[in-house]
């Protein structure tokens, strides 16, 4: 049976992957793409301090890459974790050839858990004191951080994306948390646990 366009915005992400290696390996990556390039961009946004022209390389580099690795992918598993996966290794390359690497600046604004104030001005300050301490963490640490508060990935996943086990994914969240709460103490005495939960 021909499968018409409407279908393939019907398939779920797997089938999709399978898809790539056959004639309707064009319009598969175009779904693909529509699904998560907006998400990806972020990503790269954030760990790349707002380039949005790097992010917007790394993006479509991505994509690249999900076409001439799909081979590889294991259809028992989940696309979007595998896609983070590279993603993330693509974040960690970068990383090594520029250690300076910084969280952009909005990577809190994603961040939705706060009740320190109803204050508009004391918010913009708590953002701006949590973007340096966010920008402070190590590269592992960062990645670790974003995966879990900004892209919202479970525990489980973020030990898959990062290819380390789950006691690390925890330790590295305990460790980023306890280092982001310490530098926001002065701003609210009470602010360890209350907007970060690693469970």
Not at 47 to 57: G, I, L
Not at 68 to 96: C, G, V
Not at 177 to 188: N, V
């Amino acid at each position: 049976m021909k499968l018409f366009r409407k279908d393939i915005k019907k398939l779920p992400d797997e089938a999709l992957v399978q898809l790539l290696s056959s004639a309707r390996s064009n319009e598969a990556l175009t779904e693909l793409h529509a699904r998560y390039s907006k998400k990806v961009l972020g990503f790269f946004i954030r760990m790349f301090n707002r380039d949005e022209e790097k992010a917007q390389d790394f993006t479509q580099d991505l994509f690249i890459r999900i076409l001439e690795k799909h081979h590889l992918f294991d259809p028992q598993k989940r696309f979007y974790t595998w896609m983070f996966t590279i993603a993330s290794n693509m974040a960690k390359t970068s990383f090594r050839k520029k250690s300076d690497a910084q969280l952009s600046e909005d990577g809190y604004e994603l961040i939705d858990r706060t009740t320190l104030t109803d204050s508009g001005f004391d918010k913009q300050i708590f953002r701006d004191l949590l973007s340096k301490a966010i920008e402070r963490l190590e590269d592992h640490h960062r990645l670790t951080f974003t995966l879990r508060y900004i892209n919202e990935m479970s525990i489980r996943d973020i030990s898959e994306v990062t290819e380390t086990s789950i006691g690390t994914v925890k330790s590295r969240l305990f460790y980023a948390t306890k280092k982001i709460s310490k530098d926001l103490a002065e701003f609210d005495p009470g602010t360890d646990q209350q907007i970060f939960k690693i469970g």
